[in-house]
C-alpha cells in the first residue's frame, strides 16, 4: 500500500479513513482538497503529511499560474492555508518552509511556468528523500536488536506514515528480517484506531506476527513480561529531546521506565524541532470531541456530556532510552546530541 503518488499534475492519496475494510484513492487537482484531506487524516503521520503539503503547495502555485495571478502576492496564503491544517507535526512547517525557501531563491531569476516546474521538482525530491532516509532509520534501528525479542508499538509510523519505509515499523521490519523480532504487539490507540486499522494490516501484510491489544491492556502485557522493546514513531522533538507522539506514548514510556523496558523513538531529522526548547512549547492538537464518543464511527457514549480528544501528548527526554534517526542512534544527553545533528541538517541544506 502506497500513501500517495503524485501522477501527471494530480496527488493521489490512499484514503486512510476507509481503511481497512476498503481501498480508495482520492485525485487532489487542488491545494484546498489536500489541506482537507490533512484535516480529516485521509492522509496522516507527520512525513506523509510533510510531503502531501509539498504537493498541495505545488497544486496552488499551479492554479495561481492558471489564472495569470501573481506567484509572490499569492503563493504565502496557500502556504499559509496548507499550514493551518494541523498543529503538531512539524514535518508540515519543515516541507512548507523549504519549498517556500526554493521560491524565495528562485523568484527574481526565472519565469514563473518555470517556477512551477522547479517547485514541483522539489516535493518530488523531499518525497522521494523521505523513503531513503527511513531506509537509513531502519538500518540504524535494526542494530539495536541482536536477538529474537517481542517489540509494542502505538498508533501507526508504518508506510503509511510516510511516503514509504515507514519510521518505527521500518526498523521493526527490518530487524525482523534479520531474525531478531519474535512478535509484534500493536495498540489499538483510541479514538481512531490507527493501530488497529492500520498498523496490524502493515505488519500482517509484511507476515510480521502481529497481536493487538487495546490501549489499557499495554500495563499488564509489560507486567507479564511480554515485550522486551517499545519503538514509536514522532511528530516533534524539541532541542531537549522531548517527544510528541499521538496521545497515549507519554503513558507508555511512563510504564516502560516502570518494568525496565528500553523506550526507543524513530524518527527523521525533520521531526526535529531545533529552536525549541523543551517540549513544553510544542502545540498540542485537539480535535473533534465527537472522536471519542464514538467507537469505529458508532456512537458509544451518552448525550449532553463533555469529552475531551488531545491528539498528541509529550514524552520526557528522560524516558526515551534512545532517538533513531537516518544519522544514527543518539541517547542522552540529548541536548548536546541534537545540537550537532542541527549541524548536520545545516549542513545538508546548505
Ligand atoms: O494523528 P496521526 O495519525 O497523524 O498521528 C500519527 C502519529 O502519531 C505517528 O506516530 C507519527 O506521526 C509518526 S509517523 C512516522
Not at 504565502?76 to 523549504?98: G, Q, S
Not at 524565495?104 to 521538482?121: F, G, T, Y
Amino acid at each position: 500500500m502506497q500513501s500517495m503518488l503524485w501522477q501527471n499534475g494530480a496527488l493521489v492519496l490512499l484514503d486512510q479513513t476507509k481503511l481497512p475494510l476498503q481501498e480508495e484513492y482520492i485525485e487532489c487537482r487542488d491545494y484546498r482538497r489536500v489541506a482537507e484531506a490533512i484535516r480529516r487524516l485521509e492522509v496522516r503521520g507527520a512525513p506523509a503529511i510533510g510531503a502531501a503539503a509539498a504537493y498541495g503547495l505545488v497544486l496552488g502555485a499551479a492554479e495561481i499560474l492558471r489564472n495569470q495571478a501573481d506567484l509572490a502576492e499569492e503563493l504565502p496564503a496557500v502556504a499559509d492555508e496548507l499550514k493551518a491544517t494541523r498543529p503538531t507535526a512539524v514535518n508540515l512547517f519543515w516541507a512548507i518552509e523549504r519549498m517556500m525557501q526554493v521560491f524565495e531563491n528562485l523568484q527574481q531569476a526565472v519565469s514563473a511556468p518555470e517556477i512551477v516546474a522547479k517547485l514541483e521538482a522539489a516535493a518530488i525530491e523531499i518525497s522521494d528523500k523521505d523513503k531513503q532516509v527511513n531506509e537509513s532509520i531502519a538500518r540504524h534501528g535494526a542494530t539495536l536488536f541482536t536477538n529474537p525479542v517481542s517489540i509494542l508499538t502505538h498508533c501507526n509510523a508504518g508506510a503509511l506514515a510516510t511516503v514509504a519505509v515507514g519510521t518505527a515499523l521500518g526498523v521493526i521490519e527490518r530487524a525482523w528480517r534479520e531474525g531478531n523480532v519474535s512478535e509484534v504487539f500493536a495498540d489499538e490507540t483510541r479514538p481512531l484506531l490507527q493501530g488497529a486499522r492500520l498498523t496490524a494490516v502493515e505488519l500482517s501484510q509484511a507476515g510480521i506476527p502481529v497481536t493487538l491489544i487495546t490501549d489499557n491492556m499495554a500495563a499488564w502485557v509489560m507486567k507479564t513480561g511480554k515485550v522486551q522493546a517499545i519503538i514509536v514513531g514522532a511528530d516533534r522533538i524539541a532541542a531537549n529531546g522531548d517527544v510528541a507522539n499521538k496521545i497515549g506514548t507519554y503513558g507508555l514510556s511512563v510504564l516502560a521506565a516502570e518494568h525496565g523496558i528500553p523506550f526507543y523513538v524513530a524518527a527523521p531529522l525533520s521531526t526535529f524541532d531545533f529552536m525549541l526548547a523543551s517540549g513544553a512549547g510544542i502545540p498540542i492538537e485537539e480535535r473533534n470531541p465527537e472522536e471519542v464518543f464514538q467507537f469505529a464511527g458508532v456512537r458509544s457514549a451518552p448525550y449532553g456530556i463533555k469529552a475531551f480528544n488531545p491528539a498528541f501528548d509529550v514524552t520526557p527526554a528522560d524516558k526515551v532510552t534512545a532517538i533513531i534517526t537516518e544519522a544514527g542512534v543518539i541517547r542522552a544527553p540529548y541536548k548536546e546530541a541534537i545540537q550537532q545533528l542541527a549541524q548536520k541538517m545545516k549542513e545538508e541544506t546548505k
